[in-house]
């Protein structure tokens, strides 16, 4: 994971936490003798990774530990791994851009724009969502959120042409292969003389994003 700015860091640590305390004490003298910073104790905190999860960068990182879990020789395959997970808040504040009740909403100040940004758009922000979560082990969860950005999306489009979320789904509707899977995607293109069109369209990356096999 590429880390934004050189203050963000993460060290882990097997031992004792009477150690852990001592590593941060040495580093908070280190950083006021050496480079005149102050360590921020509102932000550095030392969790017990087994049984808490330690939030960085928007992930939650724990210790996995689930003894159910075998591999094909019969052995526990995931006790003691390093766990990154997508916070259940971080998928809820995405959706709530595109719900209102608990049901997903058209965004009234989209419609000005063409059906090619419209959808564009929202596959833009899906992607940049899902991708960013990539290490996640519960990024099969971001079907719930997919589905409700993908009704957020054809309800626009309804609002836009007066017309019905069935109707929009009818007229954007394709198929496109990714990896040699097959999915229903919503798509438009903007035909250019001389040159290939431009395609809007829910392409799966990293998991089907408007789609469904």
Known sequence: MQLPRATHRLLGFSGPKQEAVNIKEEIRTFLAAELKLTLSEAKTLITHAKTEKARF???DIHVLQQDTKHDRRGQRSINGVIGFRIPDEKMKDKARLYKKGGKAIHRKERTINSDFDIIAQYQSEFRGFAQYYLLAY???????????????LARTLANKFKTTVNKIFKKYKTTRETDGQSYNVLQTEVKREGKQPLVSNGKPYP????GRQ
């Open 138 to 152: 519960n990024a099969h969860q971001l079907h719930n959120l997919k589905r409700i950005i993908e009704l957020s």
């Open 57 to 59: 960068l928007g992930y």
């Open 207 to 210: 998991s089907p994003v408007w």
